[in-house]
Protein backbone atom coordinates (compact mmCIF):
# COMPACT_ATOMS: atom_id res chain seq x y z
CA UNK A 1 0.00 0.00 0.00
CA UNK A 2 2.94 2.61 1.10
CA UNK A 3 6.17 2.17 -0.20
CA UNK A 4 9.36 3.55 0.77
CA UNK A 5 12.65 3.64 -1.88
CA UNK A 6 15.99 5.03 -0.93
CA UNK A 7 18.87 5.89 -2.95
CA UNK A 8 22.07 7.53 -2.50
CA UNK A 9 24.31 5.29 -0.32
CA UNK A 10 27.76 3.81 -1.59
CA UNK A 11 31.67 3.92 -0.85
CA UNK A 12 33.30 7.02 0.17
CA UNK A 13 36.20 7.89 1.55
CA UNK A 14 36.43 9.64 5.18
CA UNK A 15 36.01 13.49 5.21
CA UNK A 16 33.95 13.09 2.04
CA UNK A 17 30.12 13.58 1.48
CA UNK A 18 26.67 11.48 0.39
CA UNK A 19 23.14 12.37 -0.53
CA UNK A 20 20.31 9.90 0.52
CA UNK A 21 17.25 10.42 -0.92
CA UNK A 22 13.91 8.46 -0.10
CA UNK A 23 10.49 8.66 -1.72
CA UNK A 24 7.42 7.72 -0.51
CA UNK A 25 4.61 6.21 -2.84
CA UNK A 26 1.01 4.70 -2.76
CA UNK A 27 -2.28 5.06 -1.14
CA UNK A 28 -0.91 8.42 0.89
CA UNK A 29 -3.47 10.84 2.80
CA UNK A 30 -0.36 12.87 4.66
CA UNK A 31 3.09 12.13 6.34
CA UNK A 32 3.74 12.92 9.46
CA UNK A 33 7.16 12.49 10.57
CA UNK A 34 10.06 11.16 7.94
CA UNK A 35 13.53 10.18 9.33
CA UNK A 36 16.77 8.24 9.31
CA UNK A 37 17.99 5.58 11.11
CA UNK A 38 20.94 3.60 10.92
CA UNK A 39 21.60 -0.04 12.04
CA UNK A 40 25.53 -1.54 12.71
CA UNK A 41 26.06 -5.35 12.16
CA UNK A 42 24.68 -6.96 15.08
CA UNK A 43 23.01 -3.96 16.45
CA UNK A 44 19.30 -2.39 16.89
CA UNK A 45 18.36 0.30 14.44
CA UNK A 46 19.68 3.54 15.87
CA UNK A 47 17.67 7.51 15.02
CA UNK A 48 20.14 9.63 13.11
CA UNK A 49 17.10 12.53 12.33
CA UNK A 50 14.02 13.01 11.74
CA UNK A 51 11.81 15.63 10.41
CA UNK A 52 7.96 16.69 11.34
CA UNK A 53 5.33 17.30 8.83
CA UNK A 54 5.47 20.94 11.27
CA UNK A 55 9.18 21.50 10.17
CA UNK A 56 11.06 20.84 13.39
CA UNK A 57 14.30 18.61 13.04
CA UNK A 58 16.03 16.43 15.37
CA UNK A 59 19.31 14.61 14.85
CA UNK A 60 21.36 12.29 17.34
CA UNK A 61 24.43 13.97 18.71
CA UNK A 62 27.09 11.65 16.76
CA UNK A 63 25.69 13.73 13.26
CA UNK A 64 24.97 17.53 14.58
CA UNK A 65 26.83 20.03 12.35
CA UNK A 66 27.84 17.17 9.83
CA UNK A 67 24.20 15.79 8.43
CA UNK A 68 21.51 17.83 7.36
CA UNK A 69 17.95 16.16 6.89
CA UNK A 70 15.10 18.04 4.65
CA UNK A 71 12.43 17.12 2.85
CA UNK A 72 10.11 17.90 0.39
CA UNK A 73 6.36 17.69 0.83
CA UNK A 74 5.37 18.18 -2.72
CA UNK A 75 6.87 15.25 -3.52
CA UNK A 76 7.05 12.72 -0.63
CA UNK A 77 10.29 12.44 -0.12
CA UNK A 78 12.77 13.08 2.52
CA UNK A 79 17.02 13.51 2.14
CA UNK A 80 19.50 13.27 4.00
CA UNK A 81 22.95 15.01 3.78
CA UNK A 82 26.23 13.68 4.97
CA UNK A 83 28.91 15.85 5.32
CA UNK A 84 32.34 15.04 7.16
CA UNK A 85 32.05 11.50 6.78
CA UNK A 86 33.69 9.10 9.31
CA UNK A 87 34.27 5.57 9.58
CA UNK A 88 31.82 5.03 12.33
CA UNK A 89 28.74 6.25 10.49
CA UNK A 90 29.28 2.80 8.08
CA UNK A 91 25.96 1.48 8.67
CA UNK A 92 22.84 0.42 6.87
CA UNK A 93 20.72 3.79 6.60
CA UNK A 94 16.67 2.97 6.97
CA UNK A 95 14.12 5.46 5.62
CA UNK A 96 11.11 6.04 7.82
CA UNK A 97 7.92 7.61 7.88
CA UNK A 98 4.46 8.03 9.45
CA UNK A 99 1.87 8.08 7.37
CA UNK A 100 -1.63 8.64 7.35
CA UNK A 101 -3.34 5.98 4.28
CA UNK A 102 -6.43 7.23 2.22
CA UNK A 103 -8.56 4.22 3.60
CA UNK A 104 -8.10 5.67 7.35
CA UNK A 105 -7.08 8.57 7.74
CA UNK A 106 -7.06 8.85 11.57
CA UNK A 107 -4.31 6.51 12.61
CA UNK A 108 -0.71 6.58 11.58
CA UNK A 109 1.48 3.52 10.09
CA UNK A 110 4.80 3.05 10.39
CA UNK A 111 6.61 1.91 7.17
CA UNK A 112 10.50 1.43 6.71
CA UNK A 113 12.30 1.44 3.38
CA UNK A 114 14.88 -1.24 2.23
CA UNK A 115 17.97 0.41 3.64
CA UNK A 116 21.03 1.49 1.41
CA UNK A 117 24.65 0.67 2.63
CA UNK A 118 26.56 3.50 3.07
CA UNK A 119 30.91 3.10 3.77
CA UNK A 120 33.10 5.32 4.88
CA UNK A 121 36.66 4.07 4.56
CA UNK A 122 39.81 5.27 6.61
Known amino acids: QVQLVESGGGLVQAGGSLRLSCVAS????????MGWYRQYPGQQRELVAT???????NYVDSVKGRFTISRDNAKSSVYLQMNSLKPDDTAVYYCNALVRRYSDRGSLYNYWGQGTQVTVSS
Open 51 to 57: STSGGST
Open 26 to 33: GSIFSIDT
